[in-house]
């Protein structure tokens, strides 16, 4: 099977190639089949600079998909996924040949949709903050609408929270789905356009594996689009809650109309 990576950017940043060295590496050292996109959101043209001399399809947006709050490339780089698989990543984190090898043998082994793993928080250096990026003991996810009912409270049909347990950058899912139950949403969702997928991925009965160890690095970076406040607008941050919202409301549509 053929991994395509989206690794995301927007901002000029000194971690970018590191990570994207990193990266290849650990895709290289796994001695999997894959194509490394490195999506440019409508953002900084240094960027390319950075990366032209990697193994790498450097791609410039000329809009702006994630508008300044999500990870855009996750959508704008659709119409250049060559592989079978989707591993879409922010421009900080740092994944291991461990992470690539097992995600892909899973997806070889068992007859399922969608891979996840736990990570380790660290600092721009590397050095790790003791904190984990996901479950920390086995998950059973042979029925999906079980964990669909935990995540968003249902009792009775009625939705009462909305709770994310599958880190996004730890993800890596079938290309399959984009027919199977559609394409995540950004332009709906934004900063919680992949906890939407993840929720559909359970509502729909899809197929996932959880791997109980951590084997990827979630970078806190000081670099990141969300950090701050941008061009006056507000970030991922401030917005959750609305988006949230209407994470709920969807599907509590969908189960009225079950």
Known sequence: MKITVIHNTFRFNPLIRESVILNL???QDANIDYQYIVFNDNGDVEIEDEVKDLDVE???SDYNFGQKMCSGGWVGAIPLI????????GQDDVFTSFFYKTIVDTFEKTNCDLVY????KVLEN??????????MSPIDYSNPRIHFDHWLGVTNKKITRAN???PAPGTVYKKSLHDEIGEPDLDNFRGVADFEYWVRVLFYNKRIQYINFPCWLYRISRYST???????????RDLSGYYLNKLQQKYQNLLDNE
């Open 58 to 60: 450097y791609f410039y």
């Open 126 to 135: 590397m050095v790790t903050t003791g904190e984990s990026m996901g479950p």
């Open 164 to 166: 994310n347990f599958i």
């Open 25 to 27: 590496k650990a895709l």
């Open 82 to 89: 060559k592989g079978d698989l989707i591993h879409n990543t």
């Open 117 to 120: 793993c736990n990570g380790l």
């Open 226 to 236: 969300t950090s701050e406040v941008i061009d006056g607008k507000l970030n991922e």
